[in-house]
């Protein structure tokens, strides 16, 4: 307990944060500082849209579904891409290195929490010719450059 006597209080917030990041399979809610440790994001999926195939080199993820239906497309234990829907009430996690994606099969809403925006996201296939997201491409897609 003496650590705890030590703590800067002047770093202490009481304020909320929530940042809408528009995508054009739908949208991302922020609702985590990007300054944390970790992150949080509702993803908004479109009927029908689906996010990019991807795979990271530095962030981890899971996935909680809130409403709607959604499915993941992912690499099983022999590296083959096999396709799940998510089902309510259960939570789905991605290592780093395994290929992801996910795609609304209704007007959805998932629940993400990872690692923090670090390192590259390899944009593998996606429906809508974006580049691979980089520390840059990061910051040019939600408007900080």
Known sequence: MSDLKNIDKTKFSNSSFAKKIDKPWGY?????PENKPYMGKVLHINAGQRLSLQVHDRKEESWYLLNGRAKVIWDNE????????L???KGYSCQIGQRHRLAGITDC?????????IGTTFRLEDDYKRPDETEEQRKKERGLL
């Open 87 to 89: 089902e309510s009430g």
């Open 28 to 32: 991302e809610i922020h609702w985590v």
């Open 109 to 117: 809403e998932v629940l993400e929490v990872s690692t923090p925006e």
């Open 78 to 85: 022999l590296g083959e891409l096999v396709e799940a829907e």
